[in-house]
């Protein structure tokens, strides 16, 4: 008597919460569908917004390749303070020895003239040039008019930088809206799972009630009575896990969704759905060939490879640029040593570097090349997942149909062996089997379901179709 009074608290316990959860009395509920749901995960999740600062990084790094098109203007000062004065020392000597020279030549006894000569040949004639402080003030600029294409195939390669992070960004979307899918519709599944463990659990609460009215009339003996009490138990048991999981998957998809309040309960409204209409499997091979991520990516890659080759095979050229200078200020540089404007025609041209140039066109070669083989590697490797992923969804249709079928029988069964025990025909244990092979059943086409929307939202997202999703749950 003690062991059913425990019971029933326990049980009355069990109602009392599950009415209170269902009058929305535990917690707050708000009701999310499945589009809501997507529109705050695309506002909240952190790894779409690095995903968008990685486009913005690459429209940034473009505009810096335009900037080499432009001339470069610097603006350049100097202050310089010298040990010594720059100055020319020249002997005059140099200058009176060819006149010496001359007039002993002519007057080989003249000594008067050639004395003055010897003793103004022993000065040394000194012109200063520049004083020990020096300050200048430039502005120069610089001009590359030809770089062998360089400038034309980088911003080429800065534009196909912008395409893959925008491709980045297509697949990062679609990931986490699988994710949101797996998350959503988990929890979904574990709302159903809930109920299907609280119909087994009330089914099995009946059948013991049953039990007890039956012993005490002498149409069930004890064994009959505990059976039903243990299965009782064990799906009382079974609805708590599922409960337990239920809550699991709600912190889940509010982590997911930045909700922060741990008193609210999200009530999800969208259904676990399976769609019947299917376009073909060779629509779903042509979208992957032009659209999957991955793909594109290998592409843009590969295209980049390209033009970097053509940057690499540039480097043979010349670069020519017009360049000039002016002088805005000097002080102590005489303009007659230095000019105040410069303006010319500059040109470089790497005639022998080691055989660096050939090294490196052969290595993105070699990487172009590689680039193509793992494209083609990942077209095989999508098309077989395309191909699996279809047949999932075809096969679960299939199973869905058979578990239809079962469900109906197991219910009919059902009915009958509680009819059968309330006229002592059949026993406790036939009632339990029969209630827990309905509720397998259940479980299962509920976990069929929530496979085909997995299999389906992974198939999209692999095509490029990630938006169309929520047209096959409409």
């Not at 919460?17 to 995960?41: I, P």
């Not at 020319?88 to 008067?112: C, G, M, N």
Request: hydrophobic share 45%.
């Amino acid at each position: 008597m003690m062991e059913d009074m425990v019971l029933k608290s326990r049980r009355l316990l069990v109602g009392l919460l599950l009415a209170a959860d269902s009058c929305g009395l535990v917690a707050q509920e708000v009701t999310y569908s499945f589009a809501d749901a997507k529109s705050r995960m695309l506002h909240a999740s952190d790894a779409l917004k690095v995903a968008d600062v990685g486009v913005q990084i690459a429209r940034k790094e473009q505009g810096r390749a335009a900037a080499w098109w432009w001339p470069q203007i610097q603006m350049e000062g100097m202050y310089a303070h010298l040990s010594e004065e720059v100055e020319v020392r020249q002997s005059l000597s140099h200058f009176t020895d060819p006149a010496k020279a001359y007039i002993q030549s002519i007057f080989p006894s003249e000594e008067l003239i050639s004395g003055l000569l010897d003793e103004v040949g022993h000065y040394t004639l000194t012109f200063p040039l520049l004083p020990k402080d020096l300050f200048s003030a430039d502005l120069t600029a610089e001009w590359v008019v030809f770089g062998g294409g360089k400038r034309i195939f980088a911003d080429k390669m800065a534009r196909r930088m912008v395409d893959v992070a925008q491709i980045n960004n297509s697949r990062v979307e679609a990931a986490e809206v699988v994710l949101l899918v797996e998350r959503y519709y988990g929890l979904v599944l574990a709302e159903k799972t809930v109920d299907v463990c609280r119909k087994r659990y009330e089914g099995l609460l009946t059948h013991y009630d049953h039990a007890v009215k039956l012993e005490a009339v002498g149409m069930a003996d004890k064994a009959e009575r505990l059976f039903a009490k243990v299965a009782m138990e064990e799906a009382l048991r079974e609805l708590e896990r599922a409960q337990s999981a239920e809550q699991v998957c709600q912190m889940a998809l509010k982590r997911m969704l930045d909700v922060t309040d741990e008193e609210l309960r999200i009530v999800p409204s969208s259904s676990l759905f399976m769609s019947h209409h299917l376009p073909p499997r060779e629509l779903f091979q042509q979208a992957m060939l032009g659209s999957n991520p991955t793909l594109n990516t290998l592409y843009v890659e590969e295209q980049m490879a390209g033009e970097k080759l053509r940057i690499d095979q540039s480097a043979y050229l010349p670069d020519v640029a017009l360049f000039g200078k002016q002088t805005l200020y000097a002080h102590g540089i005489p303009s007659n040593l230095m000019p105040r404007t410069i303006v010319g025609v500059g040109l470089t041209w790497n005639i022998f570097d080691g055989l660096d140039r050939e090294r490196q066109i052969s290595q993105t070669r070699l990487a172009r090349q590689s680039l193509a083989w793992s494209r083609e590697a990942a077209e095989n490797d999508c098309a077989t997942a395309v191909d699996e992923l279809y047949a999932t969804l075809l096969q679960t249709e299939q199973e869905v149909c058979v578990l239809n079928t079962t469900i109906a029988l197991n219910e009919e069964l059902l009915r009958m062996r509680r009819a059968s025990f309330a006229e002592g025909i059949a026993t406790s244990a036939e009632v339990v089997d029969a209630e827990n092979a309905l509720s397998e059943v259940r479980l299962a086409r509920l976990a069929a379901y929530y496979a085909y929307d997995i299999a389906l939202v992974n198939l999209l997202a692999l095509c490029g179709m990630i938006d169309s999703f929520e047209e096959y749950n409409r």
